[in-house]
């Protein structure tokens, strides 16, 4: 069965450090999605960044940063230089059949 | 993306009694969908609302409880039924849009409803 375990159920940081969330996923599909996403405190979630399991490349925007890596079956999430409104819980997820599976999310606190 | 609404925002409800969560998209979509986020949990999918047939259901969820409608492809409701207070949550409809050449679908949110049962 297809599954998606994010460990740290909740990460507290100072501004400006850096912080990873790891996601790890098992499937049996050759074929499949992960995705992030951010909720903050209002409730709605967040697309962040959609990637295919053939594209291994990672990925940057600003401040983000994605290292996915199939031999692990790990999809990780950095934000570098942490802001206070980075304050939110955060999911990874995987698709199957067009419907999403999530993790349990990381809750990650930046204070000032 | 989309700009996707949801009504009521949130409420507070009388055990059991019902409420009909409406999602309206500014775009027509395929697929729609309906999670569950128990307080403090990860999303649960309740069911996936296409246009033209039936909504199909995870295990675990029942169509008396949450009977679903999808009149159009810009539209669905979802019913909480007979609500008791283990059903406080917040439900969020989510759509399907294309995002690119070679890529699946992404969903997309709404802003979710908070429903708290007394």
């Known amino acids: 069965a297809q599954k998606v375990t994010q460990a740290q159920t909740e990460i507290s940081v100072v501004e400006k450090e850096d912080v990873t969330l790891d996601c790890v996923y098992e499937?049996?599909?050759?074929?499949?999605?992960l995705f992030w996403y951010k909720q903050p405190p209002s409730g709605e979630l967040v697309f962040l960044i959609r990637?295919?399991?053939?594209?291994?490349q990672n990925e940057i925007s600003g401040r983000y940063s994605w290292n996915f890596q199939k031999s692990t079956s790990s999809f990780n999430f950095t934000i570098t230089a942490s802001q206070v409104v980075d304050s939110a819980v955060y999911f990874c997820?995987?698709?199957?059949?067009?419907?999403?599976?999530f993790g349990q999310g990381t809750e990650l606190s930046v204070k000032p | 993306s989309a700009v996707i609404s949801q009504k009521p925002s949130r409420d507070i409800c009388q055990r059991g009694t019902s409420l009909t969560i409406q999602c309206q998209v500014d775009?027509?979509?395929?697929?729609m969908f309906w999670y569950r986020q128990q307080p403090g949990q990860s999303l649960t999918l309740i069911a996936t609302?296409?246009?033209?047939?039936?909504?199909?259901?995870e295990s675990g969820f029942v169509i008396d409880k949450f009977p679903i409608s999808r009149p159009n492809l810009t539209f669905s409701t979802l019913t909480v039924s007979n609500m008791s207070p283990e059903d406080s949550s917040i439900y969020l409809c989510?759509?399907?849009?294309?995002?690119?050449?070679?890529?699946?679908?992404?969903?997309?949110f709404g802003p979710g409803t908070r429903l708290t049962v007394l």
């Open positions: 775009s027509q979509v395929t697929m």
């Open positions: 990637r295919n399991s053939f594209d291994e």
């Open positions: 609302a296409n246009q033209g047939s039936e909504a199909t259901y």
């Open positions: 997820a995987l698709s199957e059949a067009g419907k999403l599976i």
């Open positions: 499937t049996r599909d050759t074929t499949y999605y």
């Open positions: 989510s759509v399907d849009l294309f995002a690119g050449t070679g890529s699946t679908d992404t969903q997309y």
